[in-house]
């Protein structure tokens, strides 16, 4: 159970970057 959460939390993670990187690619063009 511990490695869903921990998979969830790594998803998480990943996604807030991508949404970081897409604003930084929006804003820069």
């Known amino acids: 159970m511990g490695h869903s959460s921990l998979m969830l939390s790594y998803l998480d ?4 970057l991508l949404v970081l990187t897409l604003k930084h690619q929006s804003i820069f063009r």
Not at 13 to 16: L, V
Request: net charge neutral.
């Open 13 to 16: 993670m990943t996604t807030h």
